[in-house]
Every structure is written in C-alpha cells, then in structure tokens.
C-alpha cells in the first residue's frame, strides 16, 4: 500500500459541513484513523468521538495528526491548504472548482515545504484493508496487490468494482485528481507503487487532454519493471470540447487517446478500448 497505512493519521478540514461529516462518518466506518476535525468556531466540540479544533495549528499541538483531508468550498480551499500545508506530511483536496491560480500557489507551496498534496477534486485514497482518505464507496474494493492511479473517480470505482469481481484485489487506489493543475501526478504515483512489495501490477486509467499519460508512458518504458495496463477515457471527444474535467480537452493534435495508447502501447503497457477489458489484461499480467 501506499500513501494510506497503519501510520497515516488524518484531520478533516470541514468535518461540521455537509460532505465533510458525511464522509468522515463513511471513513470512521471503514476503520480510518481520523484523530481530528477543524472548523473555525466550532473548536471544543465533537462529532462522533472526533475532537473538532478551530485550527491546524491547534490541531496538531493536541494530536499527533500527520495527514489532512479538505471538504470545503473552492473560494475557501486555497487557505485551507496553506494551514495543512505548514504543519502536515500529506494533504488531500477534495474540493471542486477551485480556480486554477489557486491550485498554483497551493501547488508552489507544496513543493517549498516538501508536503504530499494529492488533487484537488479527486475522489481520494484508498487502501483496502486498512482505510480511505476520500468518498469512494468502500464495498467496491478488495485487498489485493494491484494499484490503480486514475484522473476519474467514477472510472475508479467501475474498475475496481471489475477488478473485485474477479477476485481480483487492490493493494492502493489512488485519484489524482481531474484539474489542469494537481499535487501528485501519474509518475509520482508509479515511483511508489513500483517500490511497494504490496504492489504486483498496475492499472493506469486515462483521459484525453494534457500530456501527463505520455509523460507516464516515457517513466514506464524507462523505470517500471511491475506491468502496467491501462484505459484512456474520451475515445469519441469531439476536439475543443470539455468532457468532465476541467483537464479533459483535446487541443489541436495533442491530448487524444489516440497520441496517449501509441505512447503507451510503445512502453509495452496495452490499452484496453472498454473498461471491462481491463479484467483479462490484468490477469495475464499477475
């Protein structure tokens, strides 16, 4: 498993709101370590057994937190962000719609505190067995030793819930997150899981726009020696129309599936044209 384990320690940001104490209910029940909640004003209360704290900071004098995950509004994610940031190892945005400057000076940050920040909108972490740091719906996955990386949550859940129905376990599922600027990319994400002894094999799930599944084709052909199978979503995605994500367009002749399956397919990875293919190229792999 990787970036969720018996150490992880989690604070939710937003635990008093609406998604953030439904989740935090969800991730409590699947047994996640959740030591701390903050909201502003609200600090010295609970929710289920939750300590809640006004700050971060105060957060992490009476805990030993050392992860965050943030359900707050997008005007508000930015600062948020910076709080975790500061104090904290990992940090995972949930948030939507969190305007692209924004994500940039989270992401510059980030990257001066040397902190772990995966999305934002992403649907999070989950490790079977052990937790989830996210909203993904629990009784879809399995423990096993396949990792997932993927730009959509919903795919996510579609193949993993293949995967499981096979008997087919995963070790970690990570989303990275759908915007034009994320934390953690796909590379990042493939560096642990090839040096994870829980992780056998990998299935990279895609979307038309950007380069970052080139850019991972380029890290696979050069470094993974664990197989890597993949699906590119927007296989009919007319040019210059958004599919979903704020990152999913296709821009001249770059970003298609087309450009991403030759780029993956000349790193040894096959690419699946349906998602329930991904079941059969797994099992010749593990």
Do not use: W
Request: proline share 5%.
């Amino acid at each position: 498993m990787i970036f969720l384990d018996k150490d992880t320690k989690c604070l939710v940001q937003g635990i008093t709101g609406k998604q953030g104490s439904f989740h935090t209910e969800q991730m409590l029940k699947y047994d996640t370590c959740i030591e701390a909640g903050v909201t502003p004003g609200k600090g010295g209360q609970d929710f289920l057994g939750v300590p809640i704290f006004n700050s971060v900071e105060e957060a992490t004098e009476e805990t030993d937190v050392n992860s965050s995950i943030i359900f707050v509004p997008a005007k508000f994610a930015k600062d948020a962000a910076f709080e975790s940031i500061k104090h904290l190892d990992m940090v995972i945005i949930i948030s939507e719609h969190i305007p692209i400057h924004d994500s940039m000076d989270i992401m510059a940050y980030a990257n001066k505190m040397d902190t772990v920040v995966i999305g934002p909108n992403t649907p999070g972490v989950i490790s079977p067995g052990v937790g989830k740091l996210g909203i993904m719906p629990t009784h879809i996955f399995k423990e096993g030793n396949v990792g997932v990386i993927s730009r959509s949550g919903t795919l996510t859940y579609e193949i993993a819930s293949e995967l499981t129905r096979a008997g087919i376990g995963q070790s970690t599922c990570v989303g990275i997150g759908g915007d034009p600027v994320i934390g953690t990319n796909y590379i990042e994400v493939l560096k642990k899981f090839e040096e994870d002894d829980g992780t056998d094999a990998v299935v990279l799930i895609g979307e038309i726009g950007g380069n970052a599944e080139e850019n991972a084709a380029e890290f696979i052909k050069n470094e993974m020696t664990k197989p890597v199978v993949s699906y590119i979503a927007g296989r009919t995605a007319p040019p210059g129309k958004r599919m979903g994500h704020a990152g999913a367009i296709i821009q001249g002749n770059t970003g298609t599936v087309a450009s991403k399956t030759e780029a993956l397919n000349n790193a040894g990875v096959e690419v699946a044209k349906m998602p329930s293919e991904i079941v059969e190229l797994i099992k010749k792999e593990i």
